[in-house]
């Protein structure tokens, strides 16, 4: 019943690529998030974004750019692709002062 | 900035048995404490979160308790299923961000 969809769900592609994944929800939330997370290890915030035109880098530092045209969409690109970049990302969303709603992540593979 | 330390990292324990995940959080202003379960090959889902004005939250086998004055709130899951094994989050939330602890995976042995 998830209302915050990623894709693809999972991506094999060789280094120097340039990749775009995708981030959308149909709550309406103004606030959304780009996790990266190596499997069942902790969750490190890359970007951020208040709502539409707003967008902030997190904690870990990330080689990606994100924007936020429209309110239901976030998406991640890294320009060209290494393989440190292997990993999972997780898009989540929220309103203020509620818990974060997550999508089920893309596994991302560098060749 | 807010600090969220989770223990342990790891807990396995006989279905049946109860667990306890523990958080401490260094920043006083935190005010919303949300846990969350991550099953394989899925994204953390919220599964109960209590706010600072409350000192115990219930709901069926899993409960919350937050200790203000000691910054730390625990996650306690009663009568463990093999179902309940994931990787759980604690999460502290202030002035518009939330900081999550490092996850706890639990393993329910039947």
């Known amino acids: 019943e998830a209302d915050i969809y990623q894709t693809p769900r999972y991506l094999v592609i060789g280094t120097g690529k340039k990749i775009t994944l995708e981030c959308s929800q149909t709550?309406?939330?103004?606030?959304m998030y780009w996790y990266q997370q190596d499997p069942g290890m902790e969750l490190h915030l890359i970007h951020y974004?208040?709502?539409?035109?707003?967008?902030e880098k997190g904690d870990l530092s990330s080689e990606s750019t994100v924007s936020r045209i429209r309110t239901e969409h976030f998406p991640l690109t890294l320009e060209s692709a290494r393989p440190s970049h292997t990993s999972q990302y997780l898009c989540?969303?929220?309103?203020?002062?509620?818990?974060?709603?997550f999508g089920d992540g893309t596994r991302l593979s560098i060749l | 900035g807010e600090n969220v330390e989770q223990h342990p990292s790891t807990l396995s324990v006989q279905e049946g048995d109860s667990a306890v995940i523990k958080c401490t959080y260094s920043?006083?202003?935190?005010?919303?404490f949300p846990w969350y379960k991550q099953e394989l090959g899925k994204g953390p889902q919220l599964i109960i979160d209590?706010?600072?004005?409350?000192g115990e939250k219930k709901d069926q086998r899993i409960a919350v308790t937050l200790n203000k004055t000691a910054k730390h709130f625990s996650l306690h899951i009663t009568e463990t299923q093999p179902e309940d094994s994931a990787v759980y989050f604690c999460?502290?939330?202030?002035?518009?961000?939330?900081?999550f602890g490092d996850g706890t995976t639990l393993t329910v042995k039947p």
């Open positions: 999460a502290a939330y202030d002035a518009g961000k939330s900081t």
């Open positions: 209590i706010r600072s004005n409350v």
């Open positions: 709550m309406g939330h103004d606030k």
């Open positions: 989540a969303s929220s309103e203020l002062g509620q818990p974060q709603h």
């Open positions: 974004s208040y709502g539409v035109n707003s967008t």
């Open positions: 920043d006083s202003a935190s005010n919303y």
